[in-house]
């Protein structure tokens, strides 16, 4: 069982920048494939970002492809959403999930995921 916690969340201007933090209460954090999603207001949950348990496979939604890093730090075991030149339409509640596993790769489905936080809003206004 993993349990997650977000942080990092806000109110910021269009144009500013937030780095998201999910903290995973794990033994094996280093076998973890982690990923972020958000939902906005009725609208489903989307994917944003995806780290390997290694952390050498990344994938990045295309929407913020440029404006966006996703990294992790197995010895604090926590991973990391780094946002930049946000918009209006960023707006939504982010969740981090975890899924142990033996695969290298990452995963872009909400449904490959095991555990889910309980989420940060984000809020930004123009």
């Known amino acids: 069982q993993v349990q997650l916690v977000e942080s990092g969340g806000g109110l910021a201007q269009a144009g500013g920048s937030l780095r998201l933090s999910c903290a995973a209460s794990?033994?094996?954090?280093?076998?973890?494939?982690m990923g972020w999603f958000r939902q906005a207001p009725g609208k489903e949950r989307e994917f944003v970002a995806a780290?390997?348990?290694?952390?050498?496979?990344?994938g990045i939604a295309e929407f913020l492809t440029d404006r966006s890093t996703i990294s992790r730090d197995d010895a604090k075991n926590t991973v990391y959403l780094q946002m930049t030149s946000l918009k209006p339409e960023d707006t939504a509640v982010y969740y981090c999930?975890?899924?142990?596993?033996?695969?290298?790769?990452?995963?872009?489905?909400?449904?490959?995921?095991?555990?889910w936080g309980q989420g940060t809003q984000v809020t930004v206004t123009s």
């Open positions: 780290i390997s348990k290694t952390g050498t496979n990344v």
């Open positions: 999930a975890a899924r142990i596993t033996a695969y290298w790769g990452f995963y872009t489905s909400p449904n490959d995921y095991y555990n």
């Open positions: 794990v033994r094996a954090f280093s076998s973890c494939a």
